[in-house]
Nanobody, 114 residues
């Protein structure tokens, strides 16, 4: 019933930008906490950003000032705008909902390389 579908991943050069989208269904989106995690090969899954139902946000220190999480309740979609990308940002990015997370998307691969 609950589905989270990510899109927007791809290959980008260092210093470039990428915008991820996550379309949600089967939840009361306007009341839901949404977030993004990422996992690089050989590393543990890392919380990147969270946006709460009221619109407040939280970011990992490694992405502060570079990434922006936002939501469009009319479209049941959460976004992650990633700027000034670094090779260490390379990972599979997962959309999630719930606090703590209870549902996950399938993930989208972001590769930052020249």
């Amino acid at each position: 019933q609950v589905q989270l579908v990510e899109s927007g991943g791809g290959l980008v050069q260092p210093g470039g930008s990428l915008r991820l989208s996550c379309a949600a269904s089967g939840i009361i989106f306007r009341l839901s906490t949404m977030g993004w995690y990422r996992q690089a090969p050989g590393k543990q899954r890392e919380l990147v950003a969270t946006i709460f139902s009221g619109g407040s946000t939280d970011y990992a220190d490694s992405v502060k000032g570079r990434f922006t999480i936002s939501r469009d309740n009319a479209k049941n979609t959460v976004y992650l705008q990633m700027n000034s990308l670094k090779p260490e940002d390379t990972a599979v990015y997962y959309c999630n909902t719930g606090n703590p997370p209870t549902y996950w998307g399938q993930g989208t691969q972001d590769t930052v390389s020249s």
